[in-house]
Antibody, heavy 119, light 109 residues
Framework: QVQLVQSGAEVKKPGASVKVSCKASGYTFTSYGISWVRQAPGQGLEWMGWISAYNGNTNYAQKLQGRVTMTTDTSTSTAYMELRSLRSDDTAVYYC????????????WGQGTLVTVSS | EIVMTQSPATLSVSPGERATLSCRASQSVSSNLAWYQQKPGQAPRLLIYGASTRATGIPARFSGSGSGTEFTLTISSLQSEDFAVYYCQQYNNWPPALTFGGGTKVEIK
């Protein structure tokens, strides 16, 4: 069965960076993309960006351009999301999701990783 | 950027009743519209894609309709496990750029 298992919770200080991992199993990793979505406490879902696991092409949300980098390691079927220059309003649960083909439809989701930014 | 607007923000429904949730796109997304259910402390779960196709394992009481800019999610007879927040999402861009609505909370009346 398709599974996406994310790394554990993180606590970071403002200005620091965080790197969240997402290990995929149960499907051919390079046949899909990975989208990253975050959810601030009590708020809705915010799309952060997408990466093709086939060729590494990316598309980032404009508000995060310059602070976010998404990568994949096809040898371990793992996707990574790094967010730099963290601010308090980056405190959120970060989700990875498998993205289907050209549509980017997110069909299976990881369990989420809580990132807390606090001094 | 395509903006997705959901209404109402909160819907109070009694168990066994029908629930109708709406989602509007600021421009046409064709049928590239999905619905997700999210319960507290859990990741979103895909319910509907292609505006009207149920995802694997989703009960028949969930149905989606619409195309272009107006979409509806209907839950025909609410069960206790259906009380949750529902999000619509468009995926009509290339390269992929997903946009979510603000969500509708379905609560027990």
């Amino acid at each position: 069965q398709v599974q996406l298992v994310q790394s554990g919770a993180e606590v970071k200080k403002p200005g620091a960076s965080v790197k969240v991992s997402c290990k995929a199993s149960g499907y051919t990793f390079t046949s899909y993309g990975i989208s990253w979505v975050r959810q601030a406490p009590g708020q809705g879902l915010e799309w952060m960006g997408w990466i093709s696991a086939y060729n590494g092409n990316t598309n980032y949300a404009q508000k995060l351009q310059g602070r976010v980098t998404m990568t994949t390691d096809t040898s371990t079927s793992t996707a990574y999301m790094e967010l730099r220059s963290l601010r308090s309003d980056d405190t959120a649960v970060y989700y990875c999701a498998r993205s289907v083909g050209a549509t980017g439809l997110a069909d299976y989701w990881g369990q989420g990783t809580l990132v807390t930014v606090s001094s | 950027e395509i903006v997705m607007t959901q209404s109402p923000a909160t819907l109070s429904v009694s168990p066994g009743e029908r629930a109708t949730l709406s989602c509007r796109a600021s421009q046409s997304v064709s049928s590239n519209l999905a619905w997700y259910q999210q319960k507290p402390g859990q990741a979103p779960r895909l319910l509907i894609y292609g505006a009207s196709t149920r995802a694997t394992g989703i009960p028949a009481r969930f149905s989606g309709s619409g195309s272009g800019t107006e979409f509806t999610l209907t839950i025909s007879s609410l069960q206790s496990e259906d009380f949750a927040v529902y999000y619509c999402q468009q995926y009509n861009n290339w390269p992929p750029a997903l946009t979510f609505g603000g969500g509708t909370k379905v609560e027990i009346k």
